[in-house]
């Protein structure tokens, strides 16, 4: 028996959530275009108006008042504290958030689909004024809460067909496809890829390397070195030896983030392999230490701070009454090319 199957049952009257799937639509534009009609296109309307004709609805005027009584808190789930990555992130959400009298509650996921979605219900029961949350890969139940918040939800660090509501990032596979091609097109010939905490955004790294080098005709799963464990220096620096044990002729590798950049980096001073001339290396993210390396290493900057700022910024436009034209950002990626690919 469905969720939607059993509210049915248990109440014999129509929900917003019935009213959403009847019109293909998330119940926070149901929730905004009965309340706000103005700020939904023409079309929408229409769409939404039919389906709450054609079931019934009517709107709970007792739930509508309590839902207008939300805490000046927007509710930020991440998922790390520590990571630089994260850090860049919440910065630019704070100083986005400037003088508003609005404050951010943060929550740590660790990486969890069960911590997650704790955390999210823990905000929910506390009305919060908008939500932002990092990535699109949240579990079916997390999912059906952050579509139920009726408060602006922004997603963050990625970019695809079907947000939620609004969504900020960029696409991991095209990035780590850049990476691939950057070493294909320097005359590498055997390029590794090695990844830890392979997380959905890093899998789609994965996926983007992997596309570049079919297209060349160079793929061999056996380039391939990945490990669920977190992601550390010396992680990276035991990859790299395993992706070189098996694969002796290996001369380049992508690595999914900066840490086994690093990591590729010492193992190949340690064992006296020339950066670039024996091997080039290429990162992720491009944190501060990509350039401060000797050699610099090549890698994939992203806009963590930007993100973080223009989130915040799409959440506070929704809440001062401007609906968001465009709910879809694709801030891109930058290619910065170092020393450590430069034969």
Do not use: W
């Not at 069960?114 to 939500?131: D, G, I, M, N, Y």
């Not at 024996?278 to 000797?294: K, P, S, T, V």
Request: glycine letters at 8%; a neutral charge.
């Amino acid at each position: 028996m469905t969720l939607k199957q059993r509210s049915r049952r248990g109440s014999g009257r129509p929900t917003l959530s019935d009213v959403a799937d009847r019109a293909g639509v998330g119940t926070i534009t149901v929730s905004r275009a009965l309340r706000e009609p103005e700020r939904v296109s023409p079309e929408l309307r229409e769409r939404i108006d039919l389906a709450v004709k054609d079931l019934g609805y009517v709107l709970n005027p007792n739930a509508r008042a309590l839902a207008s009584v939300r805490a000046d808190v927007i509710g930020v789930l991440i998922p790390s504290m520590t990571n630089n990555v994260f850090s860049d992130v919440l910065r630019g959400i704070h100083d986005g958030l400037g003088e508003s009298a609005l404050q951010v509650q943060f929550g740590n996921t660790h990486y969890s689909e069960r911590e997650e979605e704790r955390l999210l219900r823990v905000f929910l029961s506390q009305h919060p004024s908008a939500l932002i949350i990092s990535g699109i890969d949240q579990s079916p139940t997390t999912r059906r809460l952050m579509e139920t918040a009726d408060c602006p939800v922004v997603q963050i660090m990625e970019i695809g067909p079907d947000p939620i509501d609004m969504m900020i990032g960029f696409s991991h596979f095209e990035g780590g496809k850049a990476a691939a091609q950057h070493l294909i097109d320097v005359g590498c010939q055997r390029i590794g890829f090695i990844g830890a905490r392979m997380d959905p955004r890093s899998t789609r790294r994965m996926e983007g390397y992997k596309s570049a080098m079919l297209t060349a005709g160079e793929f061999d799963s056996r380039l391939v070195t990945t490990t669920m464990q977190p992601s550390s220096v010396t992680v990276g620096m035991r990859l790299f030896h395993e992706a070189i044990e098996r694969v002796p002729g290996l001369d380049g590798v992508v690595c999914n983030n900066y840490d086994i950049a690093l990591g590729a980096l010492f193992a190949c001073n340690r064992a006296g392999m020339a950066v670039p001339a024996r091997m080039c290396i290429a990162g992720f993210n491009d944190l501060e230490m990509m350039e401060a390396a000797y050699p610099p290493i090549t890698s994939v900057r992203t806009p963590r701070y930007e993100m973080g700022r223009r989130a915040i910024a799409m959440a506070l436009a929704e809440l001062n009454g401007q609906m968001v034209k465009d709910r879809i950002v694709d801030l891109g990626f930058e290619l910065k090319i170092r020393a450590s690919t430069l034969r």
